[in-house]
């Protein structure tokens, strides 16, 4: 925690990413590929659009107890195996473009989606790039993620002005922890040591005076700054996207700074930008001390719209 040593005991609010949903924008209105992640879904009020490259299925053919998918990805062609499940057997079908697996209770088709899962996950460094983030919440939670993107044009005027070869747009929707943390730094050597015991109470209350919606506007803002999407600052729709009376009331916080972070088992996807390298975690960690580092982050000023 970078700042002046003024007092005794400061605070930093750490956010954490706790799930995450990912599908191809061009999915977007395919109800049902989402009845069976609604649950998840209606959690999820920070999306991130970006670029990842094309990764096609050309075929698969059985290989003893293996099913080995030829895949096409960046001009090249990849055997994939997957192990049959114990208990299941191929089911011989002409003509068809997924495998059907079946045991004495139920057939498994390893529909589009789940064989792009498994692929995913076992290609590695797929890069994620980052043009922009932005979040739902609505009444009480009530958005999601999904919700927003249906309903205003970001996402299309994205797919309308940046197609690039080999690359196709995806969508990554995150749920931010319940239980947001406030992280005490208690500094000896400050000029100031006589407010130690209020900031500790103030501390305390802050952890219960964050709401939902100002972490999630909070998470936004941090990764915005960090990334620095590039349609975020084409579009205009505000720098960060969110609420800025939610980053207003924020602001009176008081937070020595602000560290939000995503770092998840199995996601497919390195994320990254024009402005950070690729990688499977990333902390957006911000000094928001000083009153200009403090302006800067919560971007006091509105900026036109597109």
Known sequence: MHHDLRYGVEHMLSLFASSYLHFPASALYD?????????LLNSCHIYFIGLVPKISI??????????????????QELELPLIIPDGFELVPEDDQDYPCLVNEEKKLWLSSDVAMNIIHNQIKKIDFDVLYIGQAYGKDGSRNARDRLLSHGTLQKISLTHTVPDKE??????????NNQVITMF?????????DNARIKLGIEKIFNTS??????????????????????????????????ILQDCYEKDFA??????????????????????????????NIHGKADREAFFAMKRQPKL
Request: proline share 3%.
């Open 169 to 178: 747009l995806c969508v990554l929707v995150i749920d931010i922890k319940e």
């Open 187 to 195: 500094n000896h050597k400050a000029k100031e040591r006589e407010k």
């Open 58 to 75: 050309d075929g698969f053919k059985v290989d003893e107890n293996k099913i080995i998918f030829n895949v096409i990805y960046e001009d």
């Open 212 to 245: 939902e919606h100002e972490q999630v506007c909070l998470f936004e803002a941090a990764f915005i700054k960090y990334f620095e999407p590039k349609f975020n600052i084409e579009f205009k729709n505000s720098f960060p996207s969110t609420n800025l009376k």
């Open 257 to 286: 700074s602000v560290c939000a972070e995503i770092n998840f088992d199995g996601l497919p996807f390195d994320l990254k930008s024009e402005k950070i390298e690729s990688n499977s975690s990333h902390m957006a960690n911000f």
């Open 31 to 39: 109800e049902d590929i989402f009845k069976q992640h609604q649950k």
